[in-house]
T-cell receptor, first 114, second 117 residues
Framework: AQSVTQLGSHVSVSEGALVLLRCNYS??????LFWYVQYPNQGLQLLLK??????LVKGINGFEAEFKKSETSFHLTKPSAHMSDAAEYFC????????????FGQGTELSVKP | GAVVSQHPSWVICKSGTSVKIECRSL??????MFWYRQFPKQSLMLMAT?????????EQGVEKDKFLINHASLTLSTLTVTSAHPEDSSFYIC?????????????FGAGSRLTVL
């Protein structure tokens, strides 16, 4: 079984500041980990994913995340926030043999102040 | 790239009526599709896994007679909310897994917002 916990339902940063969105997971099998972004009244867009291999993964729009097995974490970062980054972010986990069944975290709303 | 289309994108219906939402993979075959439900300001909750040519697998607590899922072809899955009530109002999102792939190839639709009056 898998589960995801996102720490902080709402994060606010200033434009140009570091973005850090926290995600911890639980999985009984080697996990596949994902970060998605959702804009209001829209579906989900994949930012990045970790399946196997390099633990630091780079995604779109300057985001990256590092898989840390010892900490069961997959935190999302971006060095410099942009106003357009304001959105809802979801961390998700899947067991590698789950055929695409994703379990989502509660979501973190990112606000970017000018 | 892979595209999943949902239709309608929004629908308003009267209490007691049934509503059908379509999820289509436009440029790939999807053996498996997933249906999620999202309440305002909340996360996505997996409702069911839809497999082409077989019965859907529902998550615990999801009424299969309430939420009918049909996956008749490799490019189309439908979710029918039967006898809808205001508490069924929600944002429904589907995702599709390309045939032969795992979770690393998953495409989401744009969602369908259902409002039941």
């Amino acid at each position: 079984a898998q589960s995801v916990t996102q720490l902080g339902s709402h994060v606010s940063v200033s434009e140009g500041a570091l973005v850090l969105l926290r995600c911890n997971y639980s999985s009984s099998v080697p996990p596949y980990l994902f970060w998605y972004v959702q804009y209001p009244n829209q579906g989900l867009q994949l930012l990045l994913k970790y399946t196997t291999g390099a633990t630091l993964v780079k995604g779109i729009n300057g985001f990256e995340a590092e898989f840390k097995k010892s900490e069961t974490s997959f935190h999302l970062t971006k060095p410099s926030a942009h106003m357009s980054d304001a959105a809802e972010y979801f961390c998700a986990v899947s067991g590698g043999n789950q055929g695409g069944k994703l379990i989502f975290g509660q979501g973190t709303e990112l606000s970017v102040k000018p | 790239g892979a595209v999943v289309s949902q239709h309608p994108s929004w629908v308003i219906c009267k209490s007691g009526t049934s509503v059908k939402i379509e999820c289509r993979s436009l440029d790939f075959q999807a053996t498996t599709m997933f249906w999620y439900r999202q309440f305002p300001k909340q996360s996505l909750m997996l409702m069911a896994t839809s497999n082409e040519g077989s019965k859907a697998t529902y998550e615990q607590g999801v009424e299969k007679d309430k939420f009918l899922i049909n996956h008749a072809s490799l490019t189309l899955s439908t979710l029918t909310v039967t006898s809808a009530h205001p508490e069924d109002s929600s944002f429904y999102i589907c995702s599709a897994s390309q045939s032969g792939s795992g979770a690393n190839v998953l495409t989401f639709g744009a969602g369908s917002r259902l409002t039941v009056l």
